[in-house]
């Protein structure tokens, strides 16, 4: 089973979001096996960000991660990244398909509610950033 990491960011946190969100993946039949909330460390959001350290938007994707509480999980099933993905629509929330989840609350290209890693690797890296092995519940589901 493929694992992926997940964010409600803190626009989600602060617009009420935060069971919504966790609702839709649940629905869709992804299974928690790693969840808290948190303040993000600035040194954690550079490395979580890193690839974008060249970009115009750093700086402030950085301010903006750090500005409140997030909700951080794991969730694991089959083809548990790409099917995120598809679930969370475009970064753009105006440009994500309708009935996505970034099409459904957001606005904003930098408020855009979730995210979600972008592949396997990406995954891994980011659950290992923000869960010790010990914060991950290994559980039987039988749904
Ligand atoms: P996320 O999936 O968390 O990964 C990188 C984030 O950078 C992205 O969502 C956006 O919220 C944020 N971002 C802010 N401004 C831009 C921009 N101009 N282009 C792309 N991403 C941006």
Request: glycine share 10%; with cysteine; proline share 6%.
């Amino acid at each position: 089973m493929e694992r992926t990491f997940v964010m409600v960011k803190p626009d989600g946190v602060q617009r009420n979001l935060v069971g919504n969100i966790i609702a839709c993946f649940e629905k869709k039949g992804l299974k928690i096996i790693g969840l808290k909330m948190m303040r993000i460390p600035r040194e954690l959001a550079e490395s979580h960000y890193g690839e974008h350290r060249d970009k115009p938007f750093f700086g402030p994707l950085v301010n903006y991660i750090t500005s409140g509480p997030v909700v951080a999980m794991v969730l694991e099933g089959k083809d548990a990244v790409g099917t995120v993905r598809e679930m969370m629509g475009a970064t753009n929330p105006l440009k994500a398909a309708p009935g996505t989840i970034r099409a459904t609350y957001g606005m904003d290209i930098g408020r855009n509610v979730v995210h979600g890693s972008d592949s396997p690797t990406s995954a891994e890296r980011e659950i290992n950033l923000f869960f010790r092995p010990e914060e991950l519940v290994n559980y039987q589901r039988d749904v």
